[in-house]
Structures are given as C-alpha cells and as structure tokens.
C-alpha cells in the first residue's frame, strides 16, 4: 500500500494526475496585512531624487526609514555627505520659537529651498497657533457674510548650513501663487491665456493684481484673437460634466502656448474638433440629480478627425499667422520644447521654450496611420517649413523629441530605422553624420548632453549579456564616433539622474527581488559613494518575501520571455495551488515589474489569498527591445499575446509541481482588462476564471490615436486621388459564444477614456449567446476607480477564492478587512 501511494503522489508531482479538488479556505488575514494603508508604514524613501544646485556639482535630497527623515548635502567633489543639521537641536530651537513641542524625529519641514547663496536653506513649520488671515480685510470687503477669519501660523526659517545659525524670517514674501491659467513668458513680461474661446494676454502689474484677487475689476485684458469658438478654440478644455463647463465658461484657461526665448513670440496648435462626433458619460451620483458630461472623441476609423492649425504670433507685429505645414491628410502635429537644464528644478518658475532658436523652431508631422513622420523646422524669416528628416516605416513609427546642439548646427535624432532604437548624429541642413549607437539593443532616452565634451549621455537596456533585457543601464557615447561606455554596471535595473553638465550622476538601482539602493558616480562611471538602503525592515518583520523571477519561451518555442512569479507568504512546497496571471498586452508596455515598488494589489497582496500569482511578457508586449518584437502584434490586436499567455502556464506547471495547470485565473485592467477576456474566450478550456476591468472590448469604439496606431489602419487613395481611411477589428464581444469559466466584468461609470461601453457591449453580447457571468459598476468613478479602489481589490479577491479555491463559504456583508483600518469616529 505505501509503494502505491509513493507511485501516486510521484504521479501527482509531474501532472500525470490532477490533485484531489479539495476546496481551501481564503487567506484574508494575510491579504489584508499588506494592504496600501499598512504598506505606507513599512516602505519609506526608496530612491535618492537629487536636487542638484545652480553654482556648483552639489546637490541635495531627502531620505526616510523607520527612524525618521534625513536631509543630505552631497558635496561629489569633496566625496563628502553630510546632514544639513543636527535634528535634535534644530527641533529644540524650532520649538523655543513656534511655542509648539518638535522633536528630531518628527519635523515637519516644508518647502525647503536653497538661496541665492547655496549656503542657506529656507523651509517652513506650521503650528497650531490661531492667525488672523494677512488678507482678512480684503476678504471681508469683498464677501460680508465671511466669517473664518482664522488660519494657523506658518512660521519661515532660514538656517545657515556653515555657522548653524536659525534665524525666524519676520515678514516673509508671501509664495506666489501658482495659477492654472497663467502662461508666463520667459521674462515674466507678458502672460497669455484662454478666454472665451479666444487668445489674451496681460503684463506683469496685471498679472500680480489678478494673483492677489483673481476677480479684480481693474485688470487689463488684452484681446489677441476673435474668432475663436466652442470646438475650434485657441484654448482651455473641458473641466468636468456640461453643468461645470456652463458654471465655469467666463473663466480664465489655460493656453497652450510655447515661447520664443526672448518673449516677442510664441506659436501654439489649434484644433478644430467641430465635426468630431460627441460622447457622454452620466454622473449618476451627482447631487442633488444626476449630470451629463459631454465630450469630443474621435474613434478609430471614422471620417470626422480633428484638423490642426499652426500658429505662430509675433508681439512686434501683432500678427497671427497660419502656418502652411500641410502635408498628410488627418495630420498631427507635435510641438516641442526645449530641454531645461535639471538644475532648474527647484525654481518657482520655468518657462516653456520651443526648440530651437528665435529664428526657427522644431515640430513633427505625423501621417494619420503613423507610417510617415517628418522633423520639420520652421524658418520664420522666410515663411516656410524645411523638412529635416523622414522617416517611413510599413508599420507605426515612434519618436521622441531631438536634441539642437552646437548652436543649432547639430541634431541629435533617435529612430529605429534599422530594426533597434538608436540614435544619429545630423547636420543643421539634414545630412547624416554619424549613426552614433548600433547593435541588437534598445536606446530609450537621453540623460543629458555635454556639448562641450562632446559626449552623448543615454538610457539603454538589452545591451549586458547574462541579463534580462529590460534592465536599464546609462552609457555615453562620442559625438565624434566611437566606442559605447557603461557607466552604472550591475545586474540590477537602474535609474540615473545626472547632473546637467554631465559631470555626475546618482543612480539608483534594485531588482524586484532585492532592497533598493543608490549611490553617487562621475562621469567615467566611477564609484564616489554609496548613498543610501532602502529601509524595508518594517515590511520583512509582517512577512513579506521577495517574489522570483523566471525566463520561458514564447509559443514560438524560439523567442525569450521574463517573468516575476508572486507566492503566498505563507507558501508550502507541498501543496498545490491555482495560478492567477496579472496581464498587460502592451504594446507601450508590459505589466512585468523590473524594480521593487509598492504596487503589490495586483501581485503580492493577491497572492496572499493562496495563489502563485505570475506576471509576463508577451510578443508585442513592450517597446524596450525589436521593433520586430514590439510589432508583432501589428494587425491582431486581440489574440496576439494569447498564446505566449498559455504557454508561460503550461512551461511553469512542468518545471513546479506546486502549480495546477488546470486552475487557471486571469486578471488584468483596461488593456488587461480586455485581455483577460480574450483569453477566456480565445482559450475556454485552459483559463477558468477572469476578472477584467476596465477593458477596452471593442477597440473600434476606443481612441482613435492608440487603436489605429497599435493595430493599424489602411489609407485608401481612390483613382480620383481622394483619401479615406478603413479600420477592421477583432473584438472580444464577436466571440462571446466561447465562453465556459467564471467572468466578473468591472467598469466606472464615468469612465472618460475607456467608455463605460465597451464593457456593457461585452455584456450584452455575453447576454445574448446566454452565457452566466458577474458584472459590477463602480458608482462615479473614471479609469482608475479611485476611492473604489479597495473595494475592487477585495471583490477581486472573493471572485478568485470563491472560484479557483473552491471556497464557496460566503465572505459577510461587511469587508471587515476594510472596515477595521477605519478609526469609528461616530
């Protein structure tokens, strides 16, 4: 008898026989240890942001663990890090001022910032003293009936980091104040709004009049344009549902403007959105009745597109022109900005610039199926565009925005023309100098460039052999050609933030299953200092346990995936659970974490319930490698990552006899969402239970920019030479009839980006082929639930204990999970 049951539990171990379907019981507690309230007390600081400082390499952060917040100056010259203070003497002085009790574990500073002299720091305290408000008198005269006359004391200090001096700033400037509308030019001089449908702009005297009182009757307006209207306006947007827009129309908005550098200009994209057909969304909840929210939405295929204008205007000539840039039929046009140097960082203003220089400026021009893209300069003494660069690819084309350097003369362009994303080096007039990076690796962005060295610093991954390939490193590269430098080694996904002149940088590095830590490098990549560790020992005392990482084949058998797997805290070798896969299909990205992080809902916290939750890439599924790669799902944007989703579960359930290949959930949230669904249908033996939420079911009714780019549309030239564009989709209600598992559907009802529609269409199909499936509204919320967050998280979790435990045992009304981390007040 006992070499029988040997024979059968060996049998168990590799699949040949399913485990005995025994119902196990939900592991609330250990989900609910992990939830985001409790996570906030066991994570603190996990990177260093360095605030690099204006007159010399130093810079400064913040970091905090279990004992508190520190404040560092990093002197990378000196190879010193030191304490702005000693915390306990600082609170002592602190708390002899304010009359409030401060101790050096608890200070609340606020809006620290370096003066003029970067050796003086200058921060707040709020007390618990009872002011009358500076401007009390104004607000009186203005409004009778006002009676909250109080506000508690912020008291100003200014501490000198080389004599230890607090000093109490008596009578501080009052903040400016940061208004939404305001577009600044870049010498203060002139600020330009939206108003009525129409351009305006004020001077500097006005402007502070209207910072003191928005509504002051005596500000000059100045009127730039008249003939703007409601869906063809120079700016603004919507705010909220039709009663918000009609209460809010009289309003100052906001301008998208971008400035010339020296203030006598700006040009701005005009949208005309009139034939764009409308879409609502109904604010069920508000009170005291129910709204309508009314909105343009161009979806994919249709023939009402919006149609942009360029605009450039000149304050000398007080003109506004048109630009002629047409080139595509249903083009966009993508305005740039010029980079600010990082040092700017801490600046209460920093203008927005175009790229460029006061006689030209740098744009693209995008055909509508994404397969045509030009980097135009403007020449503005001449009145024409000058196409730089072309780019023409048979499937979508993805850029990011040029680097201008050597005084314009050269142009740092990033393409991936040759299959990978690197980048090249041209002439002002559009010849090719150099391709500066090559090679089977993916270049992402610039990190900054010292022009006087002439050395190119970038963001690359897939570039280390023995790594895996979305691990980010910083490199640098010549201008002048040659070899590629590594400059953060290790096998850790890193994060660099270098300094301006390119002469430091801090990076910070982790995988998901190590702590994080930072530390301070020069130039050639040597090691200055460690900076930091993260300090997760609140986290590791509640149970928490790194997850596992793992590599598997796609479908094809050939191309390699990564994944991170999640198990229960509490897992045991010897048991067997279900499977849960957190899906994202991309394309833009991978749900695959790379980094440690907080995000645990949807991975660690899920798992506690008594599931190995896995997340994977797919075919398709991410940017960060080939374009081969990252288009392979290019005219398939339903089914194309279904079966590397399949075949990660099959490749796990071989190699753990921990996993049972025949319960299998799904999960994911709007790309994912419309993904999880597929896959119940695409493949109903094989996945069992899906929560999708928010998913874009029919992504013939989603945005027309994202649909028509990932999954392509056909631009039709008739023999008259008339354009048209045709759209074809699979959609997930088409196959609605394949369902066999358990589906919960969750959409919010004022769901303005991936409408409420999509999921009620997917319903109604579901309806009709008389299928039995779960369907949840969540009350006023848009795409990310907000405030229902929590509620989703464990209605999720019912949904996969009740069906891939088997535990039926119904959970009470009451989420006491939920309800116990609320103080009952009343």
Request: aromatic share 12%; net charge neutral.
């Amino acid at each position: 008898m006992k070499k029988i049951y040997a024979i059968l539990v060996l049998f168990i171990s590799f699949g040949f026989v399913q485990a005995q379907d025994t119902p196990t019981k939900g592991n609330y507690e250990l989900a609910s240890r992990f939830s985001p309230e409790k996570v906030r007390k066991m994570i603190f600081s996990t990177s260093v942001d360095p605030h690099w400082l204006k007159k010399s390499d130093r810079f400064w952060y913040t970091y905090e663990t279990t004992n508190g917040k520190e404040w560092y100056i990093v002197d990378p010259a000196a190879r010193t890090k030191k304490s702005f203070f000693d915390k306990d003497k600082l609170a002592a002085e602190i708390t002899k001022i304010v009359k409030d009790p401060f101790d050096g574990q608890h200070l609340p500073i606020t809006s620290l910032k370096f003066l003029e002299d970067e050796n003086t720091i200058q921060f707040k305290i709020r007390s618990t003293k009872d002011v009358v408000k500076k401007d009390w008198a104004e607000i009186k005269e203005k409004n009778k009936s006002a009676k909250d006359s109080l506000e508690k004391k912020t008291f100003v200090f200014r501490y000198n980091l080389q004599n230890n001096q607090l000093i109490e700033v008596d009578d501080p400037e009052e903040d400016a104040k940061r208004l939404s509308w305001a577009n600044i030019a870049p010498d203060s001089s002139k600020i330009v709004f939206a108003k009525h449908d129409n351009l305006f702009w004020m001077d500097k005297e006005n402007f502070l009049k209207a910072v003191k009182d928005d509504k002051d009757s005596t500000i000059v307006e100045n009127q730039i344009t008249e003939d703007g209207e409601k869906d063809y306006s120079y700016g603004g947007g919507r705010g909220g549902d039709n009663v918000e827009e009609e209460k809010n129309k009289d309003n100052r908005k906001r301008a998208g403007v971008i400035w010339s550098e020296d203030s006598k200009q700006f040009i701005l994209t005009r949208s005309d959105v009139r034939e764009v057909k409308d879409l609502w969304v109904i604010q069920n909840v508000k009170d005291p009745r129910p709204t309508l929210e009314t909105y343009k939405y161009a979806m994919p295929g249709e023939k009402e597109q919006p149609i942009t204008d360029l605009l450039h205007y000149s304050f000398e000539s007080k003109e506004m022109s048109k630009l002629d840039v047409a080139t595509f039929k249903d083009q966009s046009i993508g305005l740039w900005t010029a980079s600010r140097p990082v040092v700017n960082r801490d600046d209460d203003f920093t203008p927005i610039v175009w790229l460029g220089d006061v006689n030209n400026f740098y744009f693209s021009i995008t055909s509508r199926d994404l397969k045509k893209i030009d980097i135009v300069r403007w020449n503005i003494a001449e009145g024409k565009k000058e196409v730089v660069i072309e780019e023409r690819s048979n499937t979508y084309i993805d850029i990011i925005k040029p680097e201008i350097i050597n005084n314009g003369s050269e142009i740092v362009h990033w393409s991936e023309r040759d299959g990978w994303r690197h980048f090249y080096l041209y002439g002002k007039d559009g010849s090719l100098i150099r391709q500066l990076t090559s090679g089977p690796f993916h270049t992402d962005r610039i990190g900054t460039i010292d022009e006087k060295g002439r050395f190119l610093y970038f963001i690359a991954n897939g570039r280390e052999k023995g790594e895996d390939p979305y691990y980010e490193h910083m490199y640098k590269v010549s201008l002048n050609g040659g070899a590629i430098t590594l400059l953060n080694p290790g096998d850790y996904n890193h994060s660099s933030s270098p300094n301006d002149k390119g002469t430091y940088f801090v990076n910070n590095f982790s995988r998901v299953n190590t702590v994080p830590m930072s530390s301070l490098h020069d130039n050639t990549g040597k090691k200055i200092m460690d900076l930091e560790e993260a300090d997760l020992s609140n986290l590791f005392a509640a149970g928490y346990k790194f997850p596992e990482t793992f590599k598997f084949k796609a479908d094809d058998g050939i191309t390699d995936l990564y994944g991170v797997m999640y198990k229960p805290f509490d897992f045991d070798s010897t048991k067997v659970y279900p499977i849960i896969e957190y899906v994202y299909p991309g394309p833009q990205t991978e749900a695959v974490n790379k980094s440690f992080g907080r995000g645990f809902d949807r991975t660690d916290r899920l798992a506690q319930f008594g599931f190995v939750v896995v997340t994977l890439g797919n075919r398709g599924g991410h940017p960060g490698r080939s374009k081969w790669y990252h288009n392979y799902g290019y005219g398939n944007l339903r089914d194309y990552g279904l079966a590397d989703k399949k075949a990660a579960v099959e490749q796990l359930a071989d190699r753990h006899p921990f996993i049972d290949r025949n319960r299998v959930g799904i999960h994911g949230h709007s790309g994912g969402g419309f993904m999880s669904t597929a896959a119940m249908l695409v493949y109903p033996d094989f996945f069992k239970v899906a929560v999708s939420s928010a998913g874009n079911h029919e992504n013939n009714i989603y945005n027309r920019w994202w649909s028509e780019k990932h999954h392509g549309v056909q631009e039709l030239i008739s023999p008259k030479g008339d354009t048209s564009f045709v759209y074809k989709i699979e959609k997930n209600p088409d196959i609605a009839k394949n369902l066999k598992g358990k589906l919960l559907l969750v959409t919010g009802d004022v769901d303005n980006n991936v409408h409420p529609a999509n999921t009620i269409r997917m319903a109604n199909a579901l309806i009709k082929a008389n299928k039995r499936f779960d369907f949840i509204i969540l009350p006023g919320q848009r795409h990310g639930f907000g405030d229902m967050t929590e509620y989703f998280f464990w209605r999720m979790g019912d949904y996969f204990v009740q069906h891939l435990l088997g535990d039926n045992t119904p959970p009470p009304t009451d989420m006491m999970e939920v309800q116990r981390e609320k103080a009952m007040t009343k």
